[in-house]
């Protein structure tokens, strides 16, 4: 799929201050300098941002090595449930509290040969905020990662990629251990428990950390763009539009087909799982909500303008974002039905949406976007906390263990990462 840029609104700044005269320009950033075009040589404006006010937290410890068992996420989108919003009318209340950022990351400092250092007006880092910290890189494919999976057990990271291959990376040195080869590109991969699902055109592979179990499930048509788990079936977004199930019989140690779930009319490239609900999110600009136990399809949301590039559960809530510029929460009414609640708007179009808890136990949503960067936002007030830069578009993020997640960019670098406690101000 080619994920073009969309324009969008302005950007909106939280002023901070409040003196007159002088004093109150000193106490301003230059939105020239934020853009990179202030020619003045003595500009009564600040030529660099102004600190965050200090906020309250608990110390933690960063590990640089190996991967903790403490997590409690799960599923294909990396949380299932990470919060407790009893109130629809809380989300995007962050009020002046919203701050949003204009730093670029300097193309030149990219490349090698920004000739400024320190002076450069633009970001020399792949990342914005004190929330979060970068652990490693892992090189190697060649192509854009499209899936991430730490299975339940294992000390290997998988990843998978349109370089049509699969890397397996030792959790605790990140070296690449072995690279499977599957003659197709990689359209998406999950883990639940020992088991690790990758979509590839016209079949779904399965194996078994544990047992080394290989298997080929077939049916599909086009491409697997979307897998997930739910009620003890594996489902598969694929590139026709239907969704296809099957279910582990352990008397065969197979997949046997269960069901085929049409409906929708362009591919499906998202799926998850949450209370006793389907969610699926396709191309064809919809989502649709499935009855895990009949298997029918009980509503359509029509909301959003453009492909809906990822759904997410999150409580009793569900999140979806598209290239239409948008996260949207959705709640159900008296009657049952999903309405929007909150919609978020960005600059830009959304790619891929994953949940995870701080070590304040703080809900945190990270939403990849298509100019190459990753936002991170407090929940429900949608108070932006930091930001991931990468080379090209991030299209697969996944949570670990103990703060951990993973990002894979389409130059096919995955980048290991770390929530870590924010400092307690001194007196």
Known sequence: MDLDAQGGNSRVFQRLGGQSGNNYRQQQVCHHWRAGKCTRFSCPYLHRELPQPPSSGSNGNTSKRGFAKDSGFSGSSGTRRTGNFNNASTWGRGGNKVLRKTEKLCNFWVQGK??????????????????????????GHQKAVTGIALPSGSDKLYSGSSDDTVRVWDCQSGQCMGVIQLGGDVGCMIS????????????VKAWNTQTNADLSLTGPVGQVYALVVGNDLLFAGTQDGSILAWKYNPA???????????????SV???VV?????????????????????????QTLTDHSSVVMSVLCWDQFLLS???????????????????????????????TLCGLHDFEGKPILLCSCNDNSVRLFD????????????????????????G????????????????????????
Not at 252 to 266: R, Y
């Open 404 to 427: 951990l997640f993973f990002t894979g960019d389409g130059t096919g670098q995955v980048r290991v990462w770390k929530c870590v406690a924010e400092p307690t101000p001194t007196a």
């Open 192 to 203: 639940e428990g020992p088991w690790i699902f990758v979509g590839v055109p016209y079949h």
């Open 252 to 266: 065969t140690s197979n997949f046997e087909p269960a069901a085929s779930l049409t409906g929708h009319t362009a």
């Open 114 to 139: 920004c000739a400024y250092g320190d002076k450069c007006k633009f970001l020399h880092s792949w990342n914005m905020g004190d929330s979060f910290t970068s652990l490693t890189q892992l090189d």
């Open 321 to 351: 974002c598209s290239l239409d510029q948008t996260i949207k929460v959705w709640a159900a009414t008296e009657s049952g039905n999903l309405e929007v609640t909150y919609t978020h708007k960005e600059e830009h179009g959304l790619l």
């Open 379 to 402: 929940l429900p007030s949608f108070q932006e906390r930091g930001k991931i830069f990468a080379k090209q578009e991030i299209r697969a993020i996944q949570t670990g263990p103990a």
């Open 269 to 271: 490239v998202s799926l």
């Open 274 to 298: 949450g209370a006793n609900r389907l969610y699926s999110g396709s191309m064809d600009k919809t989502i649709k909500v499935w009855n895990l136990e009949t298997l029918q399809c009980v």
